[in-house]
């Protein structure tokens, strides 16, 4: 008699149990996953800013961005100066000054208290650039020059002479000052607490003397000049001729 094999029915049934048990499991779990991708999206769309899903991720502004364009002064059109001079110091920094006037005033900063009698205040003005395609390091590389005899006895020890500077002349305390935008230039911009000159811009600095000079100095005595080793290689000061 031949044998025939019959799968045996309640073996059967327990497959179909088991399928029908994976079937659904396998259903469950693909509905986990989808829900899961779904929740994962919306996070991304969560983190993309404005709730656009197609841009760049967020990114924080650069420090100083926001800075005010008008804090340092008004925009000028470029005034009349000496020939220009350019600067390199050792980071690579590039700067070029152009003298632009020079003389007296009891208050030449605004805020200076005034002078002693027979006293009054010496400044000059000179135009600072960046010269290069990317933000320079502000700095105020020029230094106002003066004789020594023109200095009151009372403050004479604190004008200094420097290296490469004729012997008789020296510098008293001083403070430089941006008091104009040349030509619509960008304000200076604060990158990790250091202020930064735009690339290309040009600005009118003022630098004038924290102590008195006698009244009757004659503005035709005053100079600038460029000394600091930072600035020139050769330890001798560079004069800005002014126009």
Same mark, same amino acid.
């Given at each position: 008699?031949?044998?025939? %094999?019959?799968?045996?029915?309640?073996?059967?049934?327990?497959?179909?149990?088991?399928?029908?048990?994976?079937?659904?499991?396998?259903?469950?779990?693909?509905?986990?996953?989808?829900?899961?991708?779904?929740?994962?999206?919306?996070?991304?769309?969560?983190?993309?800013?404005?709730?656009?899903?197609?841009?760049?991720?967020?990114?924080?502004?650069?420090?100083?961005?926001?800075?005010?364009?008008?804090?340092?002064?008004?925009?000028?059109?470029?005034?009349?100066?000496?020939?220009?001079?350019?600067?390199?110091?050792?980071?690579?920094?590039?700067?070029?000054?152009?003298?632009?006037?020079?003389?007296?005033?009891?208050?030449?900063?605004?805020?200076?208290?005034?002078?002693?009698?027979?006293?009054?205040?010496? %400044?000059?003005?000179?135009?600072?650039?960046?010269?290069?395609?990317?933000?320079?390091?502000?700095?105020?590389?020029?230094?106002?020059?003066?004789?020594?005899?023109?200095?009151?006895?009372?403050?004479?020890?604190?004008?200094?002479?420097?290296?490469?500077?004729?012997?008789?002349?020296?510098?008293?305390?001083?403070?430089?000052?941006?008091?104009?935008?040349?030509?619509?230039?960008?304000?200076?911009?604060?990158?990790?607490?250091?202020?930064?000159?735009?690339?290309?811009?040009? %600005?009118?600095?003022?630098?004038?003397?924290?102590?008195?000079?006698?009244?009757?100095?004659?503005?035709?005595?005053?100079?600038?000049?460029?000394?600091?080793?930072?600035?020139?290689?050769?330890?001798?000061?560079?004069?800005?001729?002014?126009?």
């Amino acid at each position: 008699m031949a044998t025939s %094999y019959r799968p045996n029915r309640s073996h059967r049934s327990h497959r179909r149990r088991k399928k029908g048990k994976a079937g659904r499991l396998g259903l469950a779990g693909a509905l986990a996953g989808a829900v899961g991708i779904a929740a994962v999206a919306a996070g991304i769309v969560v983190l993309r800013p404005d709730g656009d899903s197609g841009g760049d991720p967020a990114r924080p502004a650069s420090a100083g961005q926001g800075g005010d364009a008008g804090a340092q002064g008004p925009s000028v059109p470029a005034p009349r100066a000496g020939p220009p001079i350019g600067f390199m110091t050792p980071e690579g920094y590039g700067y070029s000054l152009a003298a632009v006037r020079a003389g007296t005033d009891r208050r030449p900063l605004g805020g200076t208290g005034a002078p002693p009698s027979g006293t009054t205040y010496a %400044y000059a003005d000179y135009v600072l650039t960046n010269s290069q395609r990317r933000p320079v390091l502000l700095d105020y590389p020029a230094d106002l020059f003066l004789p020594e005899a023109q200095v009151p006895a009372s403050t004479r020890e604190r004008c200094m002479p420097q290296p490469g500077i004729p012997d008789d002349m020296c510098t008293l305390p001083n403070k430089s000052m941006i008091t104009a935008r040349v030509g619509g230039a960008k304000a200076p911009v604060d990158e990790n607490g250091s202020l930064m000159i735009p690339a290309g811009a040009s %600005y009118v600095v003022r630098i004038a003397t924290e102590l008195p000079v006698d009244a009757d100095i004659s503005t035709g005595d005053l100079r600038l000049y460029v000394w600091n080793a930072r600035f020139t290689n050769d330890r001798k000061g560079v004069q800005l001729a002014f126009p």
